[in-house]
């Protein structure tokens, strides 16, 4: 890749974490986790619980999650993979709150998700109010299961970064 790269990625579990690492690998990108002030728990994740953080979190917006830092240094990159797993069909709004933190202004952004079952639903059209008009979101795709470094780089190719 000629354009410097950065893997910015939120992982509750793991999961993402993983593919993020490994898609860091094949992009030749550097890495940072976006982490919440306040860890999740696993009762905060249940989905199946109206009650827990997450769901709170993802209805009512007020409720966003603090980061942990603001130390990612943006202003280096020309493209940021940033990842997440998906939550209630689009990304946990601590991504939101990663977006606003830094100017991307003039950066392309390309999405990454892990997900048990849905797709990428409404994610651009929910985040895009999060950041400038002059940066853009391109939808990535879901990297779920068995993600191998060949398999990235292959993708990575679609992109003519």
Known sequence: MSKKSLVAYFSASGVTARAAKTLAEAAGADLYEIKPKMPYTKADLNWMDKNARSSIEMKDPSSRPELADEN???????????????????????????????????????????????????????????????????EGKLLNGQVTKENLENWLKTFNL
């Open 72 to 138: 990612a240094d943006i202003a280096s990159y020309d493209v940021i993979f940033l990842g997440f797993p998906i939550w209630w069909y689009v990304a946990p709004t601590i991504i939101n709150t990663f977006l606003e933190a830094y100017d991307f202004s003039g950066k392309t952004i390309i999405l990454f998700a892990t997900s048990g079952g849905s797709g990428l639903g409404k994610t651009v059209e929910k985040l895009k109010p999060s950041v400038s008009d002059t940066t853009v979101i391109k």
